[in-house]
């Protein structure tokens, strides 16, 4: 029956991600606050909608930036990227480029001043990556990326990327970790998804000047260690 749930759950929020795609179209062609509105709107659809039907309630904690910042985030499901979108003011996500080409969901990222990164091209990736920031300073938000490139199950170990770190030197900005335990509930593959509390939790904040080396060690250490207790206050140990 859950499974069943899910299925409609899933269904229906990619309809309404058309609908409401196209209701906003014409405000979010001309302005940013257009589809940053329809985006917010999304969110708060498939958050109301996952408490009533599948039964996810969705939980953001911590303190929420609202100035300029990096936020360096554990991603394992779409769940994630939409709980810490909604919570801060204007987020901007550095994003797969092939993501660009995707219906709704391209027009809107580039309204939104998202950055796109070719993954297959890592030196020029990253060149790019920092270059395009930088031009885009003048569009004020919370820049989100995700260290590990990519999502990750629960449990599983995959190393962090380089490009965070230099992202956090070259704009010298604060670098805000957040945790999860989204995967729990929503894996990153499969049409199960479990009810209970999917939460992401914004850590307290990287002041600018760490070296390479130590803002990477402290990065993944202060994520994974508390996105492994969040895991585990909702019954999950790591793979077995």
Not at 9 to 16: E, F, G, K, P
Not at 40 to 62: D, E, P, Q, S
Not at 79 to 88: C, P, R, S, T
Not at 152 to 177: D, E, I, R, S
């Amino acid at each position: 029956m859950q499974w069943l749930r899910s299925l409609v759950y899933m269904v229906q929020i990619y309809l309404m991600m058309v609908i409401l795609g196209i209701v906003f179209a014409p405000w979010a062609i001309v302005s940013a606050n257009g589809a940053r509105a329809a985006c917010k709107t999304y969110c708060r659809w498939c958050f109301w909608t996952a408490r009533w039907m599948i039964g996810l309630r969705a939980n953001v904690v911590g303190d929420i930036p609202t100035d300029e910042v990096v936020i360096a985030a554990k991603h394992q499901s779409f769940f994630d990227i939409m709980l810490i979108f909604e919570a801060v003011p204007t987020a901007k996500f550095i994003m797969k480029k092939e993501l660009l080409w995707t219906p709704v969901i391209g027009l809107y990222a580039k309204r939104l001043g998202c950055i796109p990164v070719d993954r297959g091209k890592k030196g020029k990736a990253i060149d790019k990556m920092v270059a395009d920031v930088n031009a885009g300073r003048a569009q004020p938000g919370q820049l989100v990326i995700y260290p590990q490139g990519t999502r990750v199950a629960p449990g599983a170990n995959v190393p962090y990327k380089v490009g965070t770190a230099v992202l956090y030197q070259q704009l010298q900005q604060p670098c805000v970790p957040v945790a999860t335990n989204v995967g729990v509930f929503w894996p990153r593959t499969g049409i199960l998804r479990k009810p209970g509390v999917a939460t992401v939790e914004f850590l307290p904040r990287m002041a600018p000047g760490k070296q390479r080396g130590v803002f990477m060690s402290e990065l993944e250490d202060v994520i994974e260690t508390r996105s492994n207790a969040l895991m585990a206050e909702v019954g999950f140990h790591g793979i077995r």
